[in-house]
């Protein structure tokens, strides 16, 4: 009898070993190694059938080129992330927090897709079809081309692919299927590796639109290996806050469309719901009375200006070393701009805590909004108000300068059309805008001093 082969594979980045190591050198995580039995069959009895690809190179001047074909989901936020819509023959990777909403927004995709007479099949592996079943009826979904099948195999599931001949494809999750060709468990590194693979020649080969559930870890990040996300066409990550009811879909790789788009959905009992005017979503906490440490700013996500409001707390310390709190803002971020608030402003915060908080969960990590936070620092700190009718626009350089910024005059619109009288802007942005004060200005120092002088 031939003496069985194993490695152990580290499930976190796919590093390959042939005997256990405690920490992985390729990407450090403890503890991540996993083993796997090595299959002996020959490479023509494990090659899954029916993705091997036998064309020929062409020359790049002979291949023709059709229109893009893109099916509408009938969910204008989960089309403007998607580019428009679904792009026939690709590969979408939509990943989240257990509970946020990944199963039903896809659930209510097909439901839409079959209206357009599109054949769906939904690949269940971690729910039965009666719940699934029951979930449909709280969506009010009822079609007679939505197939619904609860299944795990992999050669099973291709099987029925070819029986059924989908336009779309759900598989929910990557995470839960195996294939017969692996000898290890569902959900590690290498069955995710083949089983992706398969539904990626799948989409390619026949043409098929195939979207995949992924969970993610502790961290935030895919679980599996990395050359999952490079592999799919597209990758979504669905984010939302647990105390609040709107759901983020935001993507994060394209090739058929804009990255970093962002689509915004509010749950309820009949599922995930467009947000058609996310701004009002995110102000409509905000009091409309001047207080110490608030100020509006206009960040890009995607195509779209988003208004939220940045709260800044700065308070004397009864601790050595003074905190430097977030939510929303990266850490590191405020700490450069804390910086440059003691060195070119003359603030001095060595003895205070600083917590700064983006209102409505969202994560705010465009530049622009380095101004927007400063002020909110600097006016808490000096115990004055920026006007409640006033946007801030602005880079901030470390030397104090105010950097220009991009889209100017989409992010002012969507100012005006939230109603704000003043603008204060970079001043390399200054443009003749008749709808808005604006308020041009070259140093953080400038920034500052027109607000304290509009008291």
Known sequence: MAKVK???????CGYETAGYLGKCPECGMWGSFVEEVQNNLKPQTVS??????????????????GEEVRISTNIPEFDRILGGGLVQGSLILIAGDPGIGKSTILLQTGGELCKKHKKVLYVSAEESASQIKLRAQRLEINSDSLYIYPQINMENIRNEIDTIN???????????????TISSSAGSVSQIRECCNILMQIAKNKNI?????????????????????HMVDTVIYFEGDKYKSYRILRSVKNRFGNTSEVGIFEMSSKGLICVTNPNELFLN???????????????????????????????????????????????????????VLEKRVGLN???????????????????????GIALAVATCARDVVVDSQTVIIGEIGLSGEIHPVQNIEKRLNEAVLSGFKKAIIPYANKCNYDKIEIVPVKRLIDAITACVSAQ
Not at 6 to 12: A, E, G, L
Not at 209 to 224: E, L, N, Q, R
Request: one cysteine or more; aromatic letters at 2%; hydrophobic letters at 40%.
């Open 6 to 12: 194993s490695k152990w594979i580290c499930q976190n």
């Open 349 to 371: 915060l060595s003895k205070q805590d600083v917590y700064v908080n983006v209102m409505g969960g969202i994560e705010v990590d465009e530049p622009s909004a380095d101004l």
């Open 48 to 65: 899954p059938q029916g993705i091997i690809n036998d064309t020929k190179p062409e020359l790049l001047s002979e291949i023709k080129v």
């Open 285 to 339: 906490e905000r009091s409309q009375e001047s207080i110490p440490g608030s100020a509006i700013v206009v960040a890009n996500e995607g195509t779209r200006p988003l208004l939220v409001e940045i709260q800044a707390l700065v308070g004397t310390t009864p601790y050595p070393t003074p905190r430097r709190v977030t939510n929303g803002v990266d850490t590191s971020r405020l700490l450069q701009i804390l910086a």
């Open 166 to 180: 989908p336009d779309i494809i759900i598989i929910d999750s990557i995470q839960a299927i195996y294939s017969q």
């Open 209 to 229: 639109t195939v979207i995949v559930i992924g969970h993610v870890t502790k961290d935030g990040s895919i679980a599996g290996p990395k050359v999952l996300e």
